[in-house]
């Protein structure tokens, strides 16, 4: 009898996982799906500056470097020992950050940086990850890691490095509460210890905010918030969670050089199938993204997924990862240090949307793509 029941059970969940996949299928349907062709290949070929990705090979994530065309791929780390992940260019071009950690069990993350060329690598800040570099390239903001632990949503502390003093400080220092500002403007005091789970962070171009992909806190939950570098406020930026519509949820912004947009990734019932783009608002006491004039940039059908979306330094192009949705109970392939077969890397021409071209085609985990600045 209770085998019985327990197999009904199973039937039961089984049943309920598909019709929520039918119901997910046509959730993707009623959203454009882009058209993949080489029709940007000419101008890449053209385009002066690299692209630096994480990729697994020879059984470990490397930090690769490509021309903007695919073409000249060469791995600038070459440690089969260590993980090197998520790669993130300074301003000037000439520094790459990145995370990294033992080809073990271990789980501990450090942050590194070093010159563009691969070489003059050091340790900065350990447990840290989830860095970006400020406008200036004078510092790095990145996510202290929670214990021991690989899920890269479990950060705690906001972080700043110092790149000429080297010193370490804290974004909750000197605070004990901290304003968080709702989509409707409304303010509500928080303790500061509620500001964790901080993700992919990027710098606005004033260096007076940073936006960032935000956990389940502050009675929100995912969401993509702008937190005030030199003050107290955390803003509701683009709030696509389900309190707003449901289904809809939105991660990892970057800001487009001029400062004037915002690309992110966008999540259908938790798929990120498309890359979208609005303009940024930074006339009022705290910014803005006005959805009303938002773009689908590039999207895909279910089961794949895009994410990583980084501008180039001229604002024309947007880089990004696309590939299949990981499987049943499986780490999200997005996540850096996610072994993800079949993803590769892709790029987009904003005066274009709809359209991109694959500039990987080896599914090596291809992923979180950043410009490097005027290096070919």
């Not at 804290?170 to 303790?191: C, H, I, N, Q, S």
């Not at 956990?215 to 696509?240: K, L, N, P």
């Not at 707003?244 to 999540?267: H, N």
């Not at 938790?270 to 689908?296: E, N, Q, S, V, Y």
């Amino acid at each position: 009898m209770k085998k019985t029941a327990a197999w009904m059970f199973v039937m039961f969940t089984l049943a309920c996982a598909l019709c929520q996949a039918q119901a997910i299928k046509g959730n993707y349907d009623a959203r454009n799906v882009s058209v993949a062709n080489d029709s940007l290949m000419p101008a890449l070929k053209q385009v002066k500056d690299r692209i630096v990705f994480e990729s697994h090979r020879n059984g470990s994530f490397e930090i690769m470097v490509m021309n903007a065309d695919g073409s000249g791929m060469k791995n600038l780390t070459n440690t089969p020992d260590i993980n090197e992940l998520f790669p993130q260019c300074s301003p000037d071009g000439n520094m790459i950050a990145f995370e990294a950690c033992a080809n073990t069990t271990e789980a501990t993350y450090r942050v590194e940086i070093m010159n563009a060329d691969g070489t003059g690598r050091r340790t900065i800040a350990e447990p840290a990850r989830q860095m970006a570099w400020s406008p200036d390239g004078s510092k790095l903001a990145f996510s202290v890691q929670t214990g021991n632990r690989r899920s890269y949503a479990e950060n705690k502390d906001l972080s700043f490095y110092d790149m000429k003093s080297g010193k370490i400080t804290r974004w909750a220092d000197g605070k004990t509460t901290v304003t968080f500002v709702a989509l409707d403007g409304t303010e509500k005091k928080y303790p500061v210890k509620d500001v964790i789970h901080v993700l992919n962070p990027t710098w606005s171009k004033d260096g007076k905010w940073i936006l960032c992909s935000y956990g389940s806190t502050m009675g929100i939950s995912q969401t993509i918030v702008a937190i005030e570098v030199d003050g107290d406020r955390v803003v509701d930026f683009i709030h696509q969670g389900n309190e707003v519509s449901g289904k809809i949820l939105g991660c990892r912004p970057c800001v487009s050089p001029d400062g004037k947009m915002v690309t992110w990734a966008v999540a259908d019932v938790k798929k990120f199938a498309w890359i979208d783009m609005a303009p940024i608002d930074w006339a009022g006491a705290f910014p803005k993204c006005d959805l009303t004039k938002k773009i689908d940039l590039v999207g895909d059908a279910a089961p794949i997924e895009l994410y990583h979306a980084d501008w180039s330094p001229d604002g024309r192009y947007v880089a990004f990862s696309r590939g299949p949705r990981g499987g049943f109970m499986k780490m999200a392939l997005y996540a850096p240090g996610a072994v993800a077969k079949d993803w590769d890397i892709c790029i987009v021409d904003t005066k274009n949307p709809g359209v991109y071209t694959k500039l990987t085609n080896d599914g090596m985990s291809n992923k979180e793509p950043d410009w490097l600045k005027g290096s070919r």
